[in-house]
Nanobody, 120 residues
Framework: QVQLVESGGGLVQAGGSLRLSCVASGSILSINTMGWYRQAPGEQRELVAG???????NYADSVKGRFTISRDNAKNTVYLQMNSLKPEDTGFYRC??????????????WGQGTQVTVSS
C-alpha cells in the first residue's frame, strides 16, 4: 500500500506565497519522477512542475521564475514553493509520483489534492 498526502493549500492574496508538500508513505523501494499538477474549473489538468530522481526540474511556462519544485528523498517528500501568486494560479493541485515497489515494478500514484485559491 502506498499513499501520497498533500498539504499547504489555502487562500492567499495575489502576490502572496504558499508552499505545498506531498509525502509518500508505505511500501516504497525508491521514487523516480515526482510532480505537481493543477486543474482549474472547466479546464484540463496541466503539469505545473516536475522533478526527476536525480534533481532535474521542468516547469510550465506560466510558473517559471515564480515556482520552485524540490524534494527530500530521505523523507519521500516533494515540495512546491509558490511565490508571486496570481489569480490564474487558482486550482486544485495534486502531486504525482512514480514509485518503485519492493517488487521492482514502478507504479504511478496520485495524492488526494489540495485547493489553492488566489484572490485579486
Amino acid at each position: 500500500q502506498v499513499q501520497l498526502v498533500e498539504s499547504g493549500g489555502g487562500l492567499v492574496q495575489a502576490g502572496g506565497s504558499l508552499r505545498l508538500s506531498c509525502v509518500a508513505s508505505g511500501s516504497i523501494l525508491s521514487i523516480n519522477t515526482m510532480g505537481w499538477y493543477r486543474q482549474a474549473p472547466g479546464e484540463q489538468r496541466e503539469l505545473v512542475a516536475g522533478i526527476t530522481g536525480d534533481g532535474g526540474r521542468n516547469y510550465a511556462d506560466s510558473v517559471k521564475g515564480r515556482f520552485t519544485i524540490s524534494r527530500d528523498n530521505a523523507k519521500n517528500t516533494v515540495y512546491l514553493q509558490m511565490n508571486s501568486l496570481k489569480p490564474e494560479d487558482t486550482g486544485f493541485y495534486r502531486c504525482n509520483a512514480a514509485i518503485v515497489r519492493p517488487s521492482a515494478h514502478e507504479y504511478s500514484y496520485w495524492g488526494q489534492g489540495t485547493q489553492v485559491t488566489v484572490s485579486s
